[in-house]
Nanobody, 119 residues
Framework: QVQLQESGPGLVKPSQTLSLTCTVS??????????WAWIRQPPGKGLEWIGY???????FYNPSLKSRASVSRDTSKNQFTLQLTSMTPEDTAVYFC???????????WGQGTQVTVSS
């Protein structure tokens, strides 16, 4: 059974860097053709794709966040991480990690983790 679990701080100060980790169990993140994504949902708004890392370590980002976002992975721990720099209150959201078999084909999700940006 594929399971994803986000972990990281729930509160970040403005200008700080957010670092979130997604731990995957039941499936290897190096399995061919799969994408490992970060997605967020601000309060009262829809889902926003942040970026993903492919099975071959290639990365792709939402153009609106590309200058601040970085997705990496640790294959020895079967984890992938998100770093988002220069956080502002507008980055307050529930952050999800997810697996996709192709762009847009998200089939497994973590439960989500609330991140609040406040001083």
């Amino acid at each position: 059974q594929v399971q994803l679990q986000e972990s990281g701080p729930g509160l970040v100060k403005p200008s700080q860097t957010l670092s979130l980790t997604c731990t995957v169990s039941g499936f290897s993140i190096t399995t061919a053709k799969y994408y490992w994504a970060w997605i967020r949902q601000p309060p009262g708004k829809g889902l926003e794709w942040i970026g993903y890392i492919r099975y071959n370590s290639n990365t792709f980002y939402n153009p609106s966040l590309k200058s601040r976002a970085s997705v990496s992975r640790d294959t020895s721990k079967n984890q992938f991480t998100l770093q988002l720099t220069s956080m502002t209150p507008e980055d307050t959201a529930v952050y999800f990690c997810s697996r996709a078999s192709g762009p847009g084909g998200y089939d497994y999700w973590g439960q989500g983790t609330q991140v609040t940006v406040s001083s």
